[in-house]
């Protein structure tokens, strides 16, 4: 499972994001580095598809998928100088394997700012520039480390290329795997999430270096998470978004079901069931002989596995198969 790290100025509303994703207790205050290291979280999220699955298999238990975030500080003018918690958030950034870049669009008088006033485009280009300063440092020092290695020759024209090319939201994942020990940021999936709902035009933003473009209103999905009458009137997109997030993510959602749990999973695209089973319990890999598969439409229609069974309608793959979307599977062990 990719791990997606949070980049952001102070204040921009990381923890508020992750208590919402969480449902947990988190630390939020209005002043700079509430986040002093990271935080590993599981964001939940039931998918309409899991609701429904669930409403015919009415089991006790139903655990939905999740993703996971890590929280790092925040960034601030100068941190790639070691300003603020500088160094420290760039190498726990560095541990993510995609990054979700969150822009404050809110005014709250208790809440500073850490640059004074509210302006997503400035911020946007001010973390751009960090990131740049920061990553041409370290181009520079392994480059010179092996420029003069003959081995490492297409190594260095690489790194060398990336010196020469470096400019603001431009990014190099074609280099993602060649240069995979560096743990550059500029060859990592980028995605900007703008939190609050003061009148913007996103399109600005989406030619950029950011793959999808969001919007959500971190504090007032909370306050709708908290007022369960109110969601009545107003649904809340949290779930719609990390849904959505995770589709951009090209993971893929399927299913499992027991007489005591209903449960979904993502895993990545064109992936085999025996690596899906290796997911659902490391026991299965060893134990797999065959394995039962109905598409959840099907299933929709007719909610029992015996008679879909009978009609034709599950069919029996082995380790070779791939993984659709909405797949309900059954391991035979």
């Not at 209005?30 to 964001?43: D, E, Q, R, V, W």
């Not at 918690?85 to 870049?101: C, I, K, T």
């Not at 309608?313 to 979307?325: F, P, T």
Request: hydrophobic share 40%; proline share 4%; with cysteine.
């Amino acid at each position: 499972m990719k791990t997606i790290g949070f980049c952001g100025l102070p204040n921009s509303g990381k923890s508020t994001f992750l208590k919402l994703i969480t449902q947990t207790e988190t630390l939020i205050a209005n002043y700079p580095f509430t986040t002093i290291s990271p935080k590993l979280a599981k964001g939940y999220f039931k998918s309409d598809n899991l609701l429904k699955l669930h409403s015919l298999t009415k089991t006790p238990q139903l655990i939905p998928a999740h993703l996971n975030f890590l929280d790092v500080p925040g960034l601030i003018r100068g941190s790639h100088k070691g300003l603020g918690l500088g160094n420290e958030f760039l190498s726990y950034l560095r541990q993510a394997d995609v990054v979700l870049e969150i822009v404050r669009n809110f005014k709250r008088e208790d809440v500073i700012h850490s640059e004074g006033k509210i302006d997503p485009e400035r911020d946007i280009l001010l973390i751009e520039e960090e990131i740049i300063e920061a990553e041409k440092k370290i181009i520079e020092e392994n480059f010179n480390k092996i420029k003069k290695q003959k081995e490492k020759k297409d190594k260095a024209e690489k790194l060398s290329y990336l010196l020469n090319n470096l400019s603001p939201f431009k990014r190099f994942p074609e280099f993602k795997e060649d240069l995979k020990e560096y743990n550059l940021l500029l060859t990592k999936d980028w995605f900007l999430i703008i939190n609050g709902n003061l009148p913007l035009n996103l399109s600005q933003f989406k030619n950029l270096c950011f793959k999808k473009v969001y919007q959500l209103d971190f504090q007032f999905e909370l306050e709708l998470q908290e007022e369960p009458e109110l969601q009545k009137e107003i649904p809340p997109n949290i779930n719609d978004f990390l849904n959505n997030f995770r589709i951009d993510l090209d993971l893929i959602e399927f299913f499992t079901f027991t007489d005591e749990i209903t449960q979904s999973w993502l895993i990545g695209k064109n992936t085999t069931i025996i690596e899906a089973a290796r997911i659902i319990h490391s026991d299965f890999t060893e134990r797999f002989k065959i394995a039962e598969v109905v598409e959840l439409a099907t299933f929709l229609t007719q909610p029992n596995w015996y008679i879909l069974k009978s009609n034709g309608l599950v069919k029996q793959v082995g380790k070779d198969y791939y993984i659709s979307e909405a797949d309900i599977i059954k391991i035979i062990i």
